[in-house]
Antibody, heavy 113, light 112 residues
Framework: EVQLVESGGGLVQPGGSLTLSCAASGFTFANSWMSWLRQAPGKGLEWVANIKPDGSGTYYVDSVKGRFTISRDNGKNSLSLQMNSLRVEDTAVYYC??????WGQGTLVTVSS | DVVLTQSPLSLPVTLGQPASISCRSS???????????LAWFQQRPGQSPRRLIY???NRDSGVPDRFSGSGSATDFTLKISRVEAEDVGVYYCMQFTHWPHTFGQGTKVEIK
């Protein structure tokens, strides 16, 4: 059974930083594209970032380029999202997603003063 | 960015009756391999999204056969042949032919 467990969310002030983690199990992590998606409270879904199976390529939506960094450790079956210069509009539930198919339960990031 | 426009945004349905959701894309979703990367997701209240359909019409494992997808290029449809109580939620179409991948606004399905 595929399991994706996110952690690291919380309350942070505008301009602050936060790192999200995702622990993966139940599939061959090193063979899978991995992604972070988000959903602002009461809103729709937004794709944030992708990373290739071997980590050689990353892709970001324009609104987070230069501020967020997606990375992975295939030896530890883990995915991360380093978020810097956070803005109020980054407030959302962040989901770890495998190959656009399997989703974690999400972790809430609140950016507020 | 590719814009996906869903209609209707709200869909009250009687139990046992069919339901249909449209998704129109601002660009063709046919990729360089000739495949079309259009998927449908269901998000039940308080839950994470769940993929139902991929590549226009392929049902994911465990998805009831009352769900079906169809369409091509820029026009796509999700149909529920007979709505059940567990189908209540928000349905999203999503494209991953073009970066950034984008979602429709969502269609809220509720029981009349």
């Amino acid at each position: 059974e595929v399991q994706l467990v996110e952690s690291g969310g919380g309350l942070v002030q505008p301009g602050g930083s936060l790192t999200l983690s995702c622990a993966a199990s139940g599939f061959t992590f090193a063979n899978s594209w991995m992604s972070w998606l988000r959903q602002a409270p009461g809103k729709g879904l937004e794709w944030v970032a992708n990373i290739k199976p071997d980590g050689s390529g990353t892709y970001y939506v324009d609104s987070v380029k230069g501020r967020f960094t997606i990375s992975r450790d295939n030896g530890k079956n883990s995915l991360s999202l380093q978020m810097n210069s956070l803005r109020v509009e980054d407030t959302a539930v962040y989901y770890c997603v495998e190959s656009g198919r399997e989703w974690g339960q999400g972790t809430l990031v609140t950016v507020s003063s | 960015d590719v814009v996906l426009t869903q209609s209707p945004l709200s869909l009250p349905v009687t139990l046992g009756q069919p339901a249909s959701i449209s998704c129109r894309s601002s660009q063709s979703l046919v990729n360089s391999d000739g495949n079309t990367d259009l998927a449908w997701f269901q998000q039940r209240p308080g839950q994470s999204p769940r993929r139902l359909i991929y590549s226009i019409s392929n049902r994911d494992s465990g998805v009831p056969d009352r769900f079906s997808g169809s369409g091509s290029a820029t026009d796509f449809t999700l149909k529920i042949s007979r709505v059940e109580a567990e189908d209540v939620g928000v349905y999203y179409c999503m494209q991953f032919t073009h970066w950034p991948h984008t979602f429709g606004q969502g269609t809220k399905v509720e029981i009349k």
